[in-house]
T-cell receptor, first 116, second 119 residues
Framework: AQSVTQPDIHITVSEGASLELRCNYS??????LFWYVQSPGQGLQLLLK??????LVQGIKGFEAEFKRSQSSFNLRKPSVHWSDAAEYFC??????????????FGQGTILTVHP | NAGVMQNPRHLVRRRGQEARLRCSPM?????VYWYRQLPEEGLKFMVY????????ESGMPKERFSAEFPKEGPSILRIQQVVRGDSAAYFC?????????????????FGSGTRLTVV
């Protein structure tokens, strides 16, 4: 069964500092990987996704993520955080093919707090 | 092009009542997925539907929960005889019809959710 671990429940950074949110997955084949962001009381917005090819994926709002197969990781990064980035971030893994196609498994989420 | 529409945004039910949550997918999308987010937790898959078909309901509780996606109209998630533990945010997502295998369109659009409170 596939699973996703986000080791950091809560991260606090200063505005302008760099950010890295960790995500480790467990999956028997090549995964499809996603990062979503959720503001309080809101739905989820897709930041970026990885299917294949270039392991460094660019997303919206200046975010990027790197797929490292050897480490089963898909960490999210941003070089300079803005106060508006404060939110909860979810990593998710999906599978290709079969009746479970489209079904995502989410991590527990990482809450990002940004200090001015 | 409207996104995934969920209503109501907030729903309060007394224990024992029924809750009906609606989801209208994006235009052109024929796949719908329901997820539940309990407080302080991530999203958990519940059910995957295509028009008039349940494809995967492995995440649905065995009792009281049902889902449908009729030929016409929105997808409905129905919870009978609600209990306090059903209080959660319920999210719907949709995706276009996709063939088996890799697709660059893979990736959901989520609605804003329905927050169910059982009192």
């Amino acid at each position: 069964a596939q699973s996703v671990t986000q080791p950091d429940i809560h991260i606090t950074v200063s505005e302008g500092a760099s950010l890295e949110l960790r995500c480790n997955y467990s999956y028997g084949a090549t995964p499809y990987l996603f990062w979503y962001v959720q503001s309080p009381g809101q739905g989820l917005q897709l930041l970026l996704k990885y299917f294949s090819g270039d392991t460094l994926v660019q997303g919206i709002k200046g975010f990027e993520a790197e797929f490292k197969r050897s480490q089963s990781s898909f960490n999210l990064r941003k070089p300079s955080v803005h106060w508006s980035d404060a939110a909860e971030y979810f990593c998710a893994v999906g599978r290709a093919g079969g009746t479970s196609y489209g079904k995502l498994t989410f991590g527990q989420g990482t809450i990002l707090t940004v200090h001015p | 092009n409207a996104g995934v529409m969920q209503n109501p945004r907030h729903l309060v039910r007394r224990r024992g009542q029924e809750a009906r949550l609606r989801c209208s997918p994006m235009k052109g999308h024929s796949h719908v997925y329901w997820y539940r987010q309990l407080p302080e937790e991530g999203l958990k898959f519940m059910v995957y539907l295509q028009k008039e078909n349940i494809i995967d309901e492995s995440g649905m509780p065995k009792e009281r929960f049902s889902a449908e996606f009729p030929k016409e109209g929105p997808s409905i998630l129905r919870i009978q005889q609600v209990v306090r533990g059903d209080s959660a945010a319920y999210f719907c997502a949709s995706s276009p019809s996709i063939a088996q295998g890799a697709s660059r369109d893979y990736g959901y659009t989520f609605g804003s959710g329905t927050r169910l409170t059982v009192v």
